[in-house]
């Protein structure tokens, strides 16, 4: 039995040290996008870049004799739920999602939801002046012509331009308290919080934060995702479909 995982998440990393530990004589592989320098390695086998869209990596399905593939890419990764729909119908492989829920407000939270990080531009500086944007490096251009509002921005690697006219960049990697979450607004002076609804709880504590000091979120929607693609929301049923596939 061959997994290939399309990584780069916390579920994938749990998903390759989970199939490992039930099944050690099940090869497993994670591939990478490479977009971080120094990212945390899974286990088992790993490789790094792309595949050359939907035809290369149905391509690379026949050749690495995957038995099931896996997406478990980060929910705005978009391009490569498609491409991994299209290459597990071509070249006849099992596919399932897993794809961790999305953040749910609680009582007191006050979200705004928009579909895109250009209408979160647009929409920013009528709620606030010092903004917290925690969009990943690759979203920044998007508020590089917001000239009237101060961004605090948190990346895992340091950013390239553009970048916003008023900006501070802090280099962190999640998991984050909402103890250390709280002091930054507070140093920082923000007003505002804007963030992608990636989900999970690495990076969940700066909503809390935001909820408690009454401060406004900008949330971006997450994207359309392939139709007719499973999808579950845990490691554990990811591991008991693949025992169903491999009979």
């Given amino acids: 039995m061959h997994v290939l995982i399309l990584g780069g998440t916390t579920e994938a990393r749990r998903l390759a040290q989970a199939l490992r530990d039930a099944h050690p004589e099940w090869r497993v592989t994670t591939s990478l996008a490479g977009r971080v320098a120094r990212p945390l390695l899974p286990a088992g086998e790993v490789r790094t870049g792309g595949f050359g869209g939907a ?74 002046r010092r903004a917290f944007l925690t969009v990943g490096r690759l979203g920044l251009p998007a508020f590089a012509g917001v000239d009237d509002v101060f961004f605090l921005v948190r990346s895992v690697d340091a950013p390239g331009p553009p970048l916003p006219s008023r900006s501070e960049v802090l280099l962190a990697r999640g998991p984050f308290t909402v103890e250390g979450e709280r002091a930054l607004l507070r140093e920082h002076r923000i007003d505002v919080l804007v963030t992608k609804d990636a989900g999970g709880e690495a990076t969940a504590a700066k909503l809390v934060a935001a909820r408690e000091a009454g401060i406004p979120v900008l949330v971006v929607r997450r994207p359309a995702v392939p139709e007719g693609v499973a999808g579950v929301g845990s490691v554990g049923e990811v591991v008991a479909w693949v025992r169903g596939v491999g009979g």
């Fill in 55 to 128: 035809e290369g990596l149905a391509r690379a399905l026949r050749e690495l004799q995957v038995d099931a593939l896996i997406d478990a890419t980060h929910p705005f990764a978009g391009t490569i739920s498609f491409h991994a729909a299209r290459a597990a119908a071509t070249a006849h492989v099992p596919l399932l999602a897993l794809r961790r829920p999305g953040w749910v407000p609680a009582p007191g939270d006050d979200w705004h939801g928009v579909a895109s990080l250009e209408a979160a531009a647009d929409r920013l500086p009528a709620l606030g």
